[in-house]
């Protein structure tokens, strides 16, 4: 996080000595292969979202890669007969929440491991770290026992809770960086002109974080909306499900796959995080980076 | 009054104002959510590993039975094996064909923020909802790589990809690998930019190949963070749940079963905590493994950067 600066060299270097098909043989078509592999799937649920049934599995008449006509009538379904639209508003809310919360917690754990250095900071540090690896898959038994006991099974309230194990120490993670990142001179001069400690970590610290705050907000935010062990184990309502829950359980059923009100399903569920993706890419970029490369 | 108050205020005062009570104060929302819901559920569950827990009923102590009946059921051995194959084989491929794309994303492309932000598109979807998007690609009956194979002429029937027990662990595992070279891919081009072209420009006036400028230069300054990146790709896939349970479901014969998947089978569906609980427990030393991994490479990075 400390090296911010991406080297914007325009200078080709070496490459301007490359004969132009050496180039389209080593650079573009390599590169047009992992473009297509990476996005086919995309654009197959897509496809498959606005195609009519009729043309669904008939790939004798019509070319698959095509739809003739498309048609909204499996969005619709999906709108209007099943309980999508409450598994949209669930994992909204529970996303924010979660969200909302583990920002808030992070946000002071952060600053006093980076900046107050108090007695055991760095250990501290290196816990969080630790309890960053601690992956979902084996704590979920554990946690759905203490759900149950705590009488919040099958309620929001359960994922709102529970996702910011994995939401902390992410973001805890990320804002230490950050703060690194902001020289002490500042706090130092606002300690000599009388701020108190919480008016600098208001007034100056906070402001100069934001990017950070909204690297880690938005990446906790498509952590919650992507969970799905958690959701699947603590929720057994209908109504209390999460998208990727929801979509799973509630239109698949039997061996009779509606394939087109899956496809809009998963594509109208991918939406939200697409689009905030699109808003907010660099800051994607960096938080992922940045808390590979600390 | 006040001679009682005062005291107890500039008690607290100093408590706030010193370094290790704000300092405590602040770590306090942090702490208190990770003990409750993060380290007291370890606990919880290495203790659920020695019991009989069922859910509904807790659980009596019986010590290591539970381990022992794992010891000699075959379909948790077929899910260790199927873990390590799973985790090193997505792990090696995404390795190489991430470490390939960042370098092509590395050179002096037009658009190379576009193609950044598309190739980052798999891995900031929802797993679950591309996972399904592979099981309709991967259909028995339906599936379009098998229609585009039989155009060509190259098969003469459908593939069953997820119906027989090669075909579906190679299946999964292409799912797998095409939701983990972003994450790669990205990250090491992050690394790559810091790797002054300079240094490659005195490499190729010495008279080094391409081949040597990248095995001499661009890997050794990338080692440390080539370390970082694959603890957490192995890490994550070894716990891989989403993809294999929207897939295949551990199916067929059990021959896609993750140690993730088979301890929630035993656990949820099954009822069994203790021996879900138990399964958990088994991956821990090998992630352990892992982050010990991760601790000696950022050690390497101290050295390299000659910090001291």
């Known amino acids: 996080m400390t090296d911010q600066t991406t080297i914007t060299d325009d200078h080709e270097g070496l490459e301007q000595f490359e004969s132009r098909t050496r180039r389209i043989m080593l650079v573009w078509l390599p590169l047009a292969c992992f473009v297509f592999v990476l996005l086919f799937p995309f654009y197959w649920m897509a496809i498959t979202a606005v195609k009519p049934n009729a043309q669904l599995t008939d790939y004798q008449n019509h070319s698959p890669f095509w739809v003739v006509g498309p048609t909204l009538e499996h969005i619709k379904y999906l709108l209007f007969e099943t309980s999508y639209p409450g598994w949209l508003w669930n994992t909204l809310v529970v996303a924010v929440c979660s969200t909302f919360l583990s920002l808030l917690a992070s946000v002071f754990a952060a600053y006093a491991i980076e900046r107050l250095r108090f007695r055991g900071a760095r250990v501290t540090g290196l816990l969080i770290f630790l309890a960053y690896l601690v992956p979902p898959s084996i704590l979920f038994i554990p946690l759905s026992v203490i759900v149950f006991q705590i009488g919040i099974f099958d309620s929001k309230l359960a994922l709102i809770l529970t996702y910011p194990t994995f939401l902390i120490p992410f973001c805890t993670w990320l804002l230490m960086g950050y703060f690194r990142s902001i020289p002490y001179e500042l706090e130092e001069s606002a300690l000599v002109d009388g701020a108190t400690r919480w008016q600098i970590l208001t007034k100056v610290v906070l402001p100069l974080a934001v990017p950070g705050l909204i690297s880690a907000g938005i990446f906790a935010f498509t952590l919650s909306w992507n969970e799905f062990i958690y959701a699947l184990t603590f929720i057994s309502s209908s109504e209390n499900k999460t998208i990727p829950v929801g979509v799973l359980t509630e239109l698949v059923r039997g061996d009779i796959y509606e394939w087109g009100a899956l496809m809009s399903g998963a594509l109208l569920g991918s939406l939200p995080v697409v689009i905030l993706y699109s808003f907010f890419v660099d800051y994607y970029v960096s938080s992922m980076t940045g808390a590979v490369k600390e | ?308």
Request: glycine share 8%; with cysteine.
């Open chain 2, 1 to 308: 009054m006040p001679p009682v108050s005062e005291p107890r205020a500039s008690f607290w005062r100093r408590f706030v104002e010193s370094r290790n009570g704000l300092g405590l104060l602040f770590m306090l929302p942090a702490a208190v959510f990770l003990l409750c819901f993060l380290t007291y559920p370890l606990g919880l569950g290495v203790w659920l590993g020695f019991t009989d827990a069922r859910i509904g009923r807790s659980g009596q102590w019986i010590g290591l039975e539970n381990y022992a009946w794992l010891m000699d059921d075959p379909v948790f051995w077929l899910s260790v094996f199927n873990t390590l194959f799973y985790t090193v084989v997505a792990s090696v491929l995404k390795f190489g064909l991430g470490l390939w794309l960042a370098l092509l994303l590395n050179r002096h492309l037009p658009c190379k923020n576009f193609f950044r932000a598309i190739i980052l598109l798999p891995w900031v979807v929802p797993t679950v909802l591309s996972a399904l998007a592979f099981w309709w690609i991967f259909d028995s009956q339906f599936s379009i790589i098998s229609w585009v194979l039989l155009k060509w002429g190259i098969i003469s029937q459908p593939i069953n990809f997820l119906g027989d027990p090669w075909n579906a662990r190679l299946s999964v595992m292409a799912a797998n690998v095409w939701r983990g070279i972003p994450f790669v891919a990205i990250s090491l081009l992050a690394g790559l930019q810091t790797i002054p072209q300079s240094l490659n420009e005195a490499a190729a006036i010495d008279g080094a190949t391409p081949w040597q400028r990248f095995t001499k230069v661009t890997l050794p300054l990338l080692t440390p963070i080539i370390a970082v990146v694959m603890t957490f790709s192995v890490l994550f896939t070894f716990t891989d749940f989403q993809l294999i349970y929207v897939l295949t479901r551990g199916g067929p014969v059990n021959a896609t079963h993750l140690m993730a998947t088979l301890s929630f089978q035993r656990a949820i569906p099954g009822g069994q905590l203790g021996e879900g609980a138990a399964i958990a427990v088994a991956m821990i030393p090998f992630l352990l493994a892992a982050i010990l991994f991760s601790f000696f490479g950022l050690q390497r990075r101290k050295w390299q950067q000659g910090a001291d």
